[in-house]
Nanobody
């Protein structure tokens, strides 16, 4: 059973940066499709970025493309989300997710396709 634990959230001013981490245990993240989702108060969970396996292409939501970067460190069984030029609308609880399926790009944004979820980490962007 894969377990995921996020960290790195916090408060930051608009224009600032944060790096979120997702640590995996109970299985190798390198063999899984991995993604980041977020959920703002009163809104549905939203896809942020995802990648199939270790060498698949990375798919970003339009709202974060060019500002956020997903990376993985297979040796440490970790995944990261570097977030730059943060905006107030980025405020949300951020979740890492993993799927045993080799998801195609069009399936990456569907939260129901993921088998494992972390507990989430809060990111607040405000002045």
């Amino acid at each position: 059973q894969v377990q995921l634990v996020e960290s790195g959230g916090g408060w930051v001013q608009p224009g600032g940066s944060l790096r979120l981490s997702c640590e995996g245990s109970g299985g190798a993240l390198s063999s899984l499709t991995m993604a980041w989702f977020r959920q703002a108060p009163g809104k549905e969970r939203e896809f942020v970025v995802g990648r199939r396996g270790s060498f698949g292409s990375t798919s970003y939501a339009d709202s974060v493309r060019g500002r956020f970067t997903m990376s993985r460190d297979n040796a440490k069984n970790m995944m990261y989300l570097q977030m730059n030029n943060l905006k107030p609308e980025d405020t949300a609880v951020y979740y890492c997710a993993a799927s045993r399926a080799n998801l195609i790009t069009s399936s990456l944004p569907r939260s129901g396709n993921y088998d494992y979820w972390g507990q989430g980490t809060q990111v607040t962007v405000s002045s």
